[in-house]
């Protein structure tokens, strides 16, 4: 089993910057591919971000394009976003998953194809 914790939410300006970190503990996420999903009031769940295990191939969603960045140190078990430029509308609980087939190169946008699952932090961004 592996388990997820993510940090780094809160209440940030419009045009201001977190950076959100997902720790992993139970296992190792150096070979699993794994991505960052958000979900606002009243809204699914919707894809933001994900890395292939080697951080070689990264994708995100058109909404936040130019504006975040998902990265990975595999030594430390970890996974970051770094957000920029935040907008109103980039308020929600952010989720990052893990997908447990090793050594995958298929970065996965569809949250059912997610194995493991954090408990979300909270980001809200005032305009």
């Known amino acids: 089993q592996v388990q997820l914790v993510e940090s780094?939410?809160?209440?940030?300006?419009?045009g201001?910057?977190?950076?959100l970190s997902c720790g992993a503990s139970g296992r190792t996420i150096s070979s699993y591919a794994m991505g960052w999903f958000r979900q606002a009031p009243?809204?699914?769940?919707e894809f933001v971000a994900a890395i292939t295990?080697?951080?070689?191939s990264t994708y995100g969603a058109d909404s936040v394009k130019g504006r975040f960045?998902?990265?990975r140190d595999n030594a430390k078990n970890t996974i970051y976003l770094q957000m920029n430029s935040l907008k109103p509308e980039d308020t929600a609980v952010y989720y990052?998953?893990?997908?447990s087939i090793p050594y995958t190169l298929i970065i996965p946008t569809e949250s059912r194809k997610y194995d493991y699952w954090g408990q979300g932090t909270?980001?809200?961004v005032s305009s």
Do not use: F, H, P, Y
Request: glycine share 24%; with cysteine.
């Open 8 to 14: 780094g939410g809160g209440l940030v300006q419009a």
């Open 16 to 19: 201001g910057s977190l950076r």
């Open 42 to 45: 009243g809204k699914e769940r």
């Open 53 to 56: 295990w080697n951080g070689g």
């Open 69 to 71: 960045t998902i990265s």
């Open 96 to 99: 990052c998953a893990a997908k």
């Open 122 to 124: 909270q980001v809200t």
